[in-house]
């Protein structure tokens, strides 16, 4: 891993990817949506990790935000271009294993849409969040006038966005923009108890299920029926299912394989 993108393995198959520049209050800039982007592809491969955990470094901070410095001679085209290339937000989306925001700190710009592209946004009670890019003349970048609407409504969207305000994470569990919210000294511990607990089903229904709450988002109703049900039948044929059915009839724990 490089130095601005910390990995740590735990127990319970949960991988914590941590930004790792604190004096720059774990900014994006390239270096690290390219380290992410590694990262990430890294473990989807990886069979000791079932979850993954993404957060900052320190007590300030989940990310505050695009490193502002790269856009300070930064023409149109060269923007464009940096757009298109390791779209870190769609590759999270589109991850399939499941992937939980750990926010403590600052969730602003560029890393509310980081956590947005996220499955579960669990927040610290010092969380500040929210979408300032207008306070600079532009707009969200990265999937927040799209994401932001689908979580907490196009109304609460265009006041987040419009006034560049930000909003506390007592509001952002009210809003839908945060799914759970926790004493600062004890994110991380209950962050990972939720981690352990997804980690502990099976891998293929656990990507069975987040491409059909996907499909929710991108699909009419009937369509996303008919996708929910395929990988419901579809499910039928796995080692997985036979073990969950037989754990349960016999009264014991499972253990999945996914397979």
Same mark, same amino acid.
Request: aromatic residues 6%.
């Given at each position: ?20 520049? @604190? ?35 320190? $007590? ?49 710009? &560029? ?28 707009? @969200?970048? &990265? &999937?927040?006038?799209?994401?932001? @609407? ?32 926790? @004493?600062?000294?004890?994110?991380? $511990? ?70």
């Amino acid at each position: 891993m490089s130095e601005v993108l910390l990995l740590e393995k735990l127990e319970g198959r949960i991988g914590v990817l941590t930004v790792n520049r @604190p004096d720059k209050m774990n900014a994006l800039n390239r270096e690290v949506r390219e380290s992410l982007f590694e990262a990430l592809e890294a473990l989807r491969h990886d069979d000791e990790v079932r979850v993954v955990v993404i957060t900052g470094s320190g $007590d300030r901070a989940f990310i505050a935000g695009a490193d502002i410095a790269e856009f300070k001679d930064a023409g149109a085209v060269e923007q464009y271009r940096s757009m298109q290339e390791s779209n870190i937000y769609s590759l999270m989306e589109d991850f399939p294993k499941p992937i939980i925001a750990m926010i403590n700190g600052y969730c602003l710009g &560029g890393g509310c849409e980081l956590s947005m592209a996220c499955d579960i946004r669990i927040a610290s009670d010092r969380a500040k969040l929210g979408q300032p890019e207008v306070n600079l003349g532009i707009i @969200p970048g &990265g &999937g927040g006038t799209q994401r932001l @609407p689908r979580l907490v409504g196009e109304g609460r969207a265009a006041l987040l966005i419009m006034s560049g305000t930000l909003i506390g994470a007592d509001e952002a569990l009210d809003i839908g923009l945060v799914d759970s919210i926790f @004493p600062a000294d004890e994110l991380r $511990d209950r962050t990972l108890e939720i981690a352990r607990t997804i980690a502990s089903k099976s891998p293929i229904a656990l990507q069975a299920a987040k491409e059909s709450i996907l499909a929710a988002r991108r699909m009419p109703l009937d369509e996303g029926l008919k996708f929910e049900r395929a990988w419901f039948g579809l499910l039928f044929s796995t080692q997985d299912k036979n073990e969950g059915v037989g754990a349960f009839l016999e009264k014991r724990d499972p253990e999945f394989t996914g397979r």
